[in-house]
């Protein structure tokens, strides 16, 4: 049995409950595989005066020890400046901020292998804590690290690359991710195990798909990348032909309301439906009663809401090139597009609505690759195989 210490700044919390909800299924599988596990979860540090915004105010009434279904979770607090400033001291500043909890729990707790996720900022107070208590440690990469982090500044770079460095394995959750790696000496620690999702919690969930309209879906954060202004002039393409079709917005975000002004520039207002941020159980019931779910992002590590939608035997729409590039053969489970393509959506979508039989075959080989490889179980089986790998 192992015990692992688990370090996320992205992880449920009274603030946020899906915040970081991936991580913790992890946690519960990797529990029913044997594991014992405690988890930290850093949060920034919000002087009781600053308390003025619900956000700030949130993030101060975070209690300092939560359990989550059974897991035992510490919020510590850390210094983090806003906007992205001194990224590239983060991890310091967190190792700070964390290793006084951490110290008190190894006492009782030691710890056989610490799990970072990402690798600036936790990784590098793993790194920092690995060295301390002699043990090793892992660093998975969600995305944020290739993506933006090692782009910021050279100081940046050089302490993702650090991380990685030291580590005693990185998982990457998609190739996509693995390939933005060129050095040898990484590459050769770097093991690609997808996100997944427990399929018994949509066992309950009632799916009826709508016969009257064609009904196509997003569910997302409302950000640039995420393709959904792509999705809207597709729409207003389409409806000329296909004046019944509903196109349903699941999230929010700093984009909405450019968003709405191009579909009321569009005039497309009947067709387009913006939804809000839903909780997860709603966003599900909407995924089992769509035609097609569409996501045309351009800019994603693996993404977990793809192979959700999937999992309802929806034909999925997703991007070449991006990290669900692992799951979805073209044609076969799902259907992929070229990034920014506009007339490539359309045809997609027309091909799924004129091809109900096909769509139908396509949506259920979805299912069946997701059942059979993409669940939480199997990602925490393909875990704890690397755990016993560096302890053995």
């Not at 596990?37 to 101060?60: A, D, E, H, Q």
């Not at 002004?261 to 005039?267: H, I, S």
Request: hydrophobic share 40%; aromatic share 10%.
């Amino acid at each position: 049995m192992r015990n692992i210490l688990v370090i996320s700044h992205m992880y449920p919390s009274s603030a946020n409950g899906v915040l970081g909800i991936f991580v913790h299924k992890q946690v519960q599988k990797l529990i029913k595989e044997g594991c014992k596990v405690k988890v930290i979860c850093p949060v920034p540090y919000v002087p009781s005066f600053l308390g003025i915004s619900k956000k700030l105010k949130s993030y101060i009434e975070i209690p300092k020890t939560a359990i989550i279904d059974g897991v035992e979770v510490f919020y510590p607090r850390y210094i983090e400046f806003p906007r992205g400033f001194f990224l590239e001291h983060s991890g310091f500043f967190m190792y700070l901020g964390i290793k006084k909890v951490i110290s008190k729990i190894h006492k009782n707790f030691k710890f056989d292998i610490i799990h970072a996720h990402t690798a600036i900022p936790v990784g590098f107070s793993a790194m920092l804590l690995s060295n301390k208590y002699k043990c090793p440690f892992v660093v998975t990469i969600h995305g944020q690290d290739f993506q933006y982090t090692i782009n910021k500044n050279d100081k940046c770079r050089k302490n993702v690359y650090r991380v990685l460095e030291k580590s005693n394995s990185v998982i990457t959750v998609s190739t996509k991710l693995k390939n933005v790696i060129k050095e040898n000496k990484i590459r050769e620690k770097i093991v690609v195990i997808n996100n997944g999702i427990n399929p018994e919690e949509y066992e309950d969930i009632e799916l009826t798909k709508s016969e009257k309209d064609y009904v196509i879906l997003s569910v997302s954060s409302l950000i640039k990348t995420k393709g959904i202004d792509l999705n809207i002039i597709a729409v207003s393409i389409l409806v000329k032909k296909y004046p019944n079709i509903k196109y349903y917005i699941v999230g929010d975000g700093e984009e909405a309301k450019r968003l709405k002004k191009l579909v009321n520039d569009l005039e497309i207002t009947e067709n387009v439906i913006f939804l809000g941020r839903l909780p997860h159980s709603e966003a599900i019931k909407f995924m089992g009663k769509c035609n097609i779910f569409s996501l045309p992002s351009w800019q994603e590590g693996f993404g977990i809401v793809y192979i959700e939608a999937m999992n309802n035997g929806v034909p999925v729409i997703g991007v070449k090139g991006q990290g669900i590039e692992d799951v979805i053969i073209d044609k076969e489970n799902g259907f992929l597009v070229e990034p920014h393509n506009i007339e490539d959506l359309v045809r997609t979508i027309e091909y799924i609505l004129n091809n109900k039989e096909d769509a139908r075959r396509v949506g259920e080989e979805g299912r069946k690759t997701v059942l059979s490889e993409y669940t939480w179980r199997r990602n925490a089986q393909k875990t704890v195989d690397i755990y016993n790998s560096i302890i053995e």
